[in-house]
């Protein structure tokens, strides 16, 4: 049986892990991603009370200097580091745990019943199903059924 080769994105998670640590931030997500004709690199962080321009600048140029040695990549790419942002999406079930009974979106990647997207609190998430409370009525989601869940910024 062959064994499933290790995602680019999920390397470079494993190689930052222990520097994000170091600096008491929270590694929210990481993106290996194609835009245009550009590869880029993209590092989540986090840490209490939210992170800022220099948490962003002082994490990449750790991280600079640790995948060049490592060199998990084989293209050139562009590094880039930011904060998940407040409509940040939920992927890990440890994110979904911290938020639970808070607002979020669910975008489905087909409609059901000719509606795509659904708003409301966050009941549970078990074994990759996610419910909310969409105006006093629970609907519950099969994760892999969406495009995205996110937080609901009620700002906008």
Known sequence: MAKSKESTASICERIALPIAEEMNLRLWDVRFEKEGSGWFLRYFID???????????????????????EDPIDKSYCLEVSSPGVERELKKPEHFMQYLGSKVTVRLIRASDNKKEFVGRLVSYNDNLITLDVEGNEMSFDKKLCAFCRLYDDFI
């Open 47 to 69: 840490k209490e009370g939210g992170v800022g321009i220099d948490d962003c600048e002082a994490f990449s140029r750790r991280i600079d200097p640790i995948l060049d040695k």
